[in-house]
Every structure is written in structure tokens, then in C-alpha cells.
């Protein structure tokens, strides 16, 4: 059974910053996009960015350079770094893979992130 299991959500002041885990069993990952998205309370959900299992970077529209991802295929994990953020960031983060080749895709069940003063 595959999972994906986030973690590193939580409550954050404006301005701070916080690092999300994501980690995957029940399959190997390398083969794999991983990535995140977000969902804010009346919105859809939206891509933040997605890495490439050859590491390239493909943000979503509304993300700036405040946001870093990254992956270890050793460990079968992805991390988002977000900094300096706003209450705009606030939502429910998802962790996601999905391959190519046969259009398989997972959804991890999302951890909360509120940036609230």
C-alpha cells in the first residue's frame, strides 16, 4: 500500500518560516515527480512547485522565490522550505507523486499550515 505522510506543519508567525517533510513508502520514488500543493480554506487546490526525478524545479504561478523544494530518493522523501511568509500561505499542504509513463499519481493527506500573529 502506498503512503505519503506529511509532516512540519503547524502555527507560524508572519515573517517566519517553516519546513514541511513529505515521506513515501510502499513504492520507490525515484521514478517519480514529487512535489506539493496547497489548498486555502474557499479555494482550489493550487501547485506550489514539483521536482523532477532529474531535479528540475517547476514552480506553481503564484509561488515566488520564498519557497525551495528538494528531494533524497535514498530516503524516498521531499521537503518544502518556505520562508519570510504571509497569511497567504495559510492552508492545507499535500504532498503528491506522480509518473509519466503510466499516469499513476498519489496524494498524501496534508498537514495545516497557519500564519497567523
Known amino acids: 500500500q502506498v503512503q505519503l505522510v506529511e509532516s512540519g506543519g503547524g502555527l507560524v508567525q508572519p515573517g517566519g518560516s517553516l519546513i514541511l517533510s513529505c515521506v513515501v513508502s510502499g513504492i520507490y520514488a525515484d521514478t517519480y515527480r514529487m512535489g506539493w500543493y496547497r489548498q486555502a480554506p474557499g479555494n482550489e487546490r493550487e501547485k506550489v512547485a514539483i521536482?523532477?526525478?532529474?531535479?528540475?524545479?517547476h514552480s506553481g504561478d503564484s509561488v515566488k522565490n520564498r519557497f525551495t523544494i528538494s528531494r533524497d530518493d535514498g530516503q524516498n522523501m521531499v521537503w518544502l522550505q518556505i520562508k519570510n511568509m504571509t497569511v497567504d500561505d495559510s492552508g492545507v499542504y499535500y504532498c503528491?507523486?506522480?509518473?509519466?509513463?503510466?499516469?499513476?499519481?498519489?496524494w498524501g493527506q496534508g498537514t495545516q499550515v497557519t500564519v497567523s500573529s
Open positions: 503528491y507523486l506522480w509518473r509519466l509513463h503510466d499516469q499513476s499519481s498519489y
Open positions: 521536482i523532477t526525478p532529474g531535479m528540475i524545479v
